[in-house]
């Protein structure tokens, strides 16, 4: 029988979580599922832990080189199987009844694509927070191109809709040609929303927790480098190039873009200041004025911002 869904997770040095993420996956209620893991190359017991669970219900695949998340997960929607395709991060969880709530939902709205509140579980730090009021997503039954763009640029609060771990039909994947761009190691959710957006996809939206964010200590601001937001910016001109946007998705795209620039310009500042080079510097100050204004907030404090649009904290091994 083809399962309900397929959960697709990529793991890299994941041994610790792993377990948790399947078990959360596997325990869904009313719907039946599948669970593909890609090991994508670890170094740890990420791969033994993987195959330990019943091979009937759980696929485990080793990738011979190490592709990335986004790479990995490519490797997993061709591996899955199921009529819905859910994201899971190899250090996160599910409620378990996620995606009976989220499939009831998308197929009443004959819906593609179906996302839902999400808590933060930090280790230690108290009770779990959710991401997003539920009325502000009460008010938004539907989640457009635009008001998505929108809601993910730099600097501009705490939490965005890059979050979002979507469920999406298997069908509208494979009509749409939708891939992960395995030259991202950061963003490559976000612009794969953005494509199943562009390409047709309606996306609703669940107000209700059903994904949570498990976070261990550390803090991305530490890897987070240029590089990563040069990326994206390759990243977010090819999407465009390859997509024909509305006025107001290119009105949300040009902010972004404004934003991505802004945050590498600050980034690229904050290397020269570090470097004791203030000629080099000045002149980033002078082609972007806007780094110099974000160095009113303390760096240190400006970095955890920056590094918590893009990514929770605390995820350092997701970059690789």
């Known amino acids: 029988m083809q399962p309900d869904v397929s959960f697709v997770?990529?793991?890299?040095?994941?041994?610790q979580g792993i377990a948790?993420?399947?078990e959360s996956a596997l325990a869904q209620r009313d719907v039946n599922v599948e669970v593909v893991v890609v090991d994508d190359c670890s170094n740890d017991r990420t791969l033994e832990v993987a195959r330990a669970f019943p091979p009937?219900?759980?696929?485990v695949i080793a990738l011979d080189e190490n592709r990335g998340p986004g790479g990995a997960r490519n490797a997993g929607f061709d591996a899955a199987s199921g009529r819905w395709i859910a994201i899971l991060d190899s250090d996160d969880t599910v409620r378990p009844e996620r995606l009976r709530r989220l499939i009831d939902?998308?197929?009443a709205a004959q819906a593609q694509i179906a996302i839902d509140n999400l808590e933060v579980v930090e280790n230690g730090a108290g009770a779990p927070q959710a991401m997003f009021d539920a009325d502000f997503l009460e008010a938004r039954p539907e989640l457009g191109l635009a008001d998505f763009i929108a809601g993910n640029l730099m600097f501009e609060g705490r939490f965005s809709f890059g979050y979002v771990k979507p469920l999406f039909e298997r069908a509208f994947i494979q009509r749409a040609g939708l891939r992960y761009v395995e030259a991202l190691r950061i963003g490559e959710d976000y612009l794969l929303l953005a494509s199943a957006l562009?390409?047709?996809g309606r996306c609703v939206v669940e107000p209700l927790v059903g994904y949570s964010y498990h976070i261990r200590g550390g803090s991305i601001s530490r890897v987070l480098e240029l590089h990563?937001?040069?990326?994206?910016?390759k990243a977010d001109a090819d999407f465009v190039h390859a997509h024909d946007l509305n006025r107001q998705a290119q009105a949300a795209q040009s902010r972004r873009t404004r934003s991505?620039?802004?945050a590498a310009s600050f980034l690229l500042l904050v290397r020269h200041l570090k470097e004791g080079a203030p000629l080099r510097a000045a002149g980033t100050a002078l082609r972007d004025p806007a780094a110099l204004r974000h160095l009113r907030m303390p760096v240190a404090a400006r970095l955890r911002r920056l590094a918590s649009t893009l990514r929770p904290a605390g995820t350092a091994a997701r970059i690789r």
């Open 105 to 107: 939902r998308a197929e």
């Open 56 to 59: 009937g219900q759980v696929k």
């Open 198 to 200: 562009a390409r047709g």
């Open 260 to 262: 991505l620039r802004q």
């Open 9 to 15: 997770i990529a793991a890299y040095n994941a041994e």
């Open 228 to 233: 990563h937001l040069e990326a994206l910016l």
């Open 20 to 22: 948790r993420a399947v």
